[in-house]
């Protein structure tokens, strides 16, 4: 009999703590290999954990809702003593079954170790959240105050760092009576009546995420039109061809990335974050692409270092990020990283969008429907009406750090690499 150390998996490279959302199991349950143990959550999304081996829950070392950091021991496995190689490190063999050592103490509920509850609130402050908040000098009273996005109430580390970017906006705030200070009034609206739908866990996220951005970035929007009849010419010609050669399917969103790639080379100002009073403008090109889950929710999956692919590397990249989308598999490194995000609203139908800022980016770009129309094209002969596939574009950014010339630049230099295609392009 031997006793496995379950320990908090790696959920991607910059990730360094997990909140435990729920356990599957109990003490003494059987589990199998595979069998999925517990859900975590950190800031990018959730996951679910499965066990690396076949026996019986015997501790269970933290309790929903306790921050984790990446590597600790959260759990202790009966197995039979039957080990693979990458097991080995963390099993603890014992003899004549005696209770085993706690490596780890369960959280506490007061205030040097564990979690604290805000007296007349739900907000539950992790390890983690009282660390940071020493080190800053941030008072509980000061967290209280502070919009959190955790299931449950939970203050996450993200509220907090982004709380602090913004320079501590509630640290001087006085509560507010009924007496003094501006409320927000209360006008009854009738609602209506008819089925409640409650709102998911990633609902809720983008919820709140979307009310952030728009409360934190002043969003200007500028709109340019492009014509994309020899892009959608070209890419009709080869994209049989190109399926044969690759094994990949040639859509339009690697033509766009392959074009915002280039221009945000010519502009890289576009490419850039706003930390308190100083402008961060990235290394590298990392483009989020908005993606519909089959929930129905929204999620950015992110293509690394977009500038530096060929297509055929472009087309293999968002085809499998698309696919993983639909099958719920994508892992925290696909969804972080991103330095500007394409939300292709096209693909619903709609002629053009207003996208809300993917923070902490400066730009979201939207393409809207491809339809072909009747354009009037000026000629050195004389003008003449042809059909023309034409498409909205349409630029939301930040305005704190990109003026309209630099937008407007930008915007009309994406329209200028799709509209330039070259028809003579090889695959």
């Known amino acids: ?48 954990v499965p066990s690396l081996v076949t026996g019986v829950v015997s501790e269970l070392l933290y309790k929903q809702n306790d921050v ?50 805000v007296e007349n609130s739900n907000l539950f402050f992790s390890p983690l959240i009282i660390s940071i908040a020493k080190e800053h000098h941030i008072s509980f009273e000061e967290l209280a105050r502070i919009p959190v996005s955790g299931k449950e109430g939970r203050l996450r580390k993200s509220d907090l760092m982004n709380y602090i970017k913004e320079g501590r906006p509630y ?29 998911d866990r990633m609902r809720q996220m983008i919820a709140d995420r979307m009310v952030f951005s728009k409360h934190t970035s002043p969003h200007v929007t500028a709109y340019v039109e492009a014509d994309l009849t ?51 403008v990235k290394e590298n090109i990392n483009i989020g692409m908005a993606t519909a889950l089959p929930t129905g929710n929204l999620i950015v999956p992110v293509v690394k270092n977009a500038d530096k692919l060929s297509l055929k590397e472009l087309a293999s990249e968002i085809n499998l990020l698309s696919l993983k989308a639909r099958e719920n598999k994508l892992k925290t490194d696909d969804l972080t990283g991103s330095t500007f995000t ?44 042809e059909v023309r596939s034409m498409m909205y574009l349409s630029l939301s950014f930040d305005h704190r750090i990109v003026d309209g010339f630099l937008a407007g630049s930008f915007l009309r230099r994406i329209a200028d690499y799709m509209e330039n295609y070259d028809l003579k392009r090889k695959i």
């Open 1 to 48: 009999m031997s006793l496995y150390k379950f320990k908090m998996p790696k959920l991607g490279e910059s990730i360094t703590e997990a909140a435990i959302i729920k356990w599957f199991k109990n003490v003494g349950d059987p589990i199998e290999e595979d069998e999925i143990l517990l859900e975590v959550a950190t800031d990018k999304v959730d996951s679910e």
């Open 68 to 117: 984790v950091k990446i590597g600790e021991t959260i759990a202790i496995i009966k197995t039979d003593g039957k080990v693979s190689v990458k097991q080995k490190e963390t099993v603890l063999e014992i003899k004549e079954n005696p209770s085993p050592k706690k490596t780890l103490k369960k959280q506490s509920t007061s205030n040097k170790g564990g979690a604290f509850k």
């Open 171 to 199: 640290k001087f705030a006085q509560p507010v009576t009924e007496k003094s200070g501006f409320q927000v009034p209360d006008l009854k609206f009738d609602k209506g009546t008819g089925k409640i739908v409650e709102m």
């Open 230 to 280: 020899e892009m959608v010419e070209w890419r009709n010609k080869v994209k049989t061809n190109f399926q044969i050669k690759y094994k990949e399917k040639l859509t339009f969103t690697p033509l766009f990335i392959e074009a915002v790639a280039k221009a945000i080379v010519d502009f890289p100002m576009i490419n850039s974050s706003l930390d308190g009073k100083n402008i961060i």
């Open 342 to 385: 394409i939300s292709n609203v096209g693909t619903f139908g709609s002629v053009m969008g207003t996208p809300i800022i993917n923070q902490p980016e400066a730009a979201i770009l939207a393409t809207g429907i491809i339809k072909k129309r009747a354009e009037v094209i000026e000629k050195p002969e004389g003008d003449s009406i």
